[in-house]
């Protein structure tokens, strides 16, 4: 599986951190930046990840902030991105057996490293669970981003 990841000024630690992490346990791992933690703009890294996951240069994405909320608020901008704030594992699989999210919001300021690490886990090794109910939800939210995002 190819994840990608990114990072603002606010999250370049524990992106170096889960970068590693992600290679040991044997992911291709893309990295948008931030490469150092230089102060810089949360949006154009939301906005990198959501074009290169709609490019299909990777099957899910972690991104990092401060606090996670800027970097999901923007991924949220584009449609087919389903962007979610985790700081529990149960939050980080769920959101993907559900809701089908694709990328991952996290707060360096907000957890522990050791959290991260499980969270990111959680949520990679989750998979959509092909009911009918989270079908019938996931077809709903579609619906609502084809009307409003024009």
Same mark, same amino acid.
Do not use: W
């Given at each position: 599986?190819k994840?990608?990841? =990114?990072?603002?000024? #606010?999250?370049?630690?524990y !992106?170096t951190?889960l970068l +590693?992490?992600?290679q040991?346990? %044997?992911?291709?791992v893309?990295?948008l930046g931030?490469?150092?933690?230089?102060p810089?703009?949360?949006p154009?890294y =939301?906005e990198?990840? #959501?074009n290169?996951?709609? !490019?299909?240069?990777?099957? +899910?994405?972690v991104?990092?902030c %401060?606090?996670?909320?800027?970097?999901?608020v923007?991924?949220?901008?584009?449609r087919?991105?389903?962007a979610?704030?985790?700081?529990?594992?149960y939050?980080?699989?769920?959101?993907v057996e559900h809701?089908?999210?694709?990328?991952?919001?996290?707060?360096?300021?907000v957890?522990g490293?050791?959290?991260?690490y499980?969270?990111?886990?959680?949520?990679?090794n989750?998979?959509f669970?092909?009911k009918p109910?989270?079908?019938?939800?996931l077809e709903?939210?579609?619906?609502?981003?084809?009307?409003?995002?024009?």
């Amino acid at each position: 599986m190819k994840i990608i990841i =990114a990072s603002d000024h #606010a999250g370049f630690y524990y !992106k170096t951190l889960l970068l +590693k992490k992600l290679q040991e346990q %044997g992911y291709e791992v893309m990295d948008l930046g931030a490469y150092n933690d230089e102060p810089s703009d949360y949006p154009d890294y =939301a906005e990198k990840v #959501a074009n290169s996951l709609l !490019k299909k240069e990777g099957e +899910k994405a972690v991104i990092i902030c %401060g606090s996670g909320v800027g970097v999901c608020v923007a991924a949220n901008k584009f449609r087919g991105i389903r962007a979610g704030v985790c700081h529990d594992t149960y939050s980080a699989h769920q959101c993907v057996e559900h809701d089908d999210v694709n990328v991952l919001c996290i707060g360096q300021r907000v957890i522990g490293i050791e959290p991260a690490y499980e969270i990111v886990d959680a949520f990679i090794n989750a998979r959509f669970i092909d009911k009918p109910r989270y079908k019938k939800r996931l077809e709903k939210i579609i619906a609502i981003e084809n009307k409003n995002m024009k």
